[in-house]
């Protein structure tokens, strides 16, 4: 949600609906000094990426609904605005909340479902995908970037 506020601010504050990215690099580096010039090239490369922001004719324009983004007063985006989603670190850590138990034992289990019912023929994120199932944790939402982490390449 920190990337989505992040994303949102300046065409909140602007009252634009596309900005060009010279706009939006002086928005996020010298009007709010949330960040360098260098990382504010990289958040945009990274919404873009995320589908949050769109690019036409050199124009900006965010792919979600700003309106329904609030603001926290005194907002700043954290550094995390700029690390990649983890998909096996979140389901991991969804099945430790449902079963109440440490995330490392759940890699502990993850580990023996792959080597003792597969003898090794396994990749995480399916024994991660087996071990939602048994404890009825929800992970359709994290099938694509699951996928994305079995394909070489």
Excluded: C
């Excluded at 922001?53 to 700003?66: C, H, I, K, M, Y």
């Excluded at 983004?69 to 430790?96: H, V, Y």
């Excluded at 991660?128 to 996928?147: G, Q, S, T, W």
Aim: net charge positive; proline share 5%.
């Amino acid at each position: 949600m920190n990337l989505k506020i992040t994303v949102a601010a300046p065409f909140k504050h602007t009252r634009k609906t596309g900005m060009r990215k010279n706009e939006l690099v002086y928005y996020y580096s010298l009007d709010r000094k949330w960040m360098s010039t260098e990382q504010a090239g990289i958040l945009l490369r990274r919404a873009e990426e995320e589908g949050l922001l769109g690019q036409e004719n050199g124009v900006f324009s965010p792919l979600f609904d700003t309106t329904s983004i609030t603001i926290p007063l005194g907002f700043k985006p954290t550094s995390s605005i700029f690390e990649r989603n983890d998909p096996l670190g979140e389901l991991i850590e969804r099945i430790a909340k449902a079963q109440g138990i440490l995330e490392t034992d759940v890699v502990s289990e993850m580990n023996r479902t792959i080597k003792e019912r597969f003898d090794g023929n396994l990749l995480p994120a399916a024994a991660l995908v087996l071990l939602a199932k048994k404890y009825n944790v929800p992970f359709k939402d994290k099938r694509e970037a699951l996928n994305g982490t079995v394909k070489k390449g």
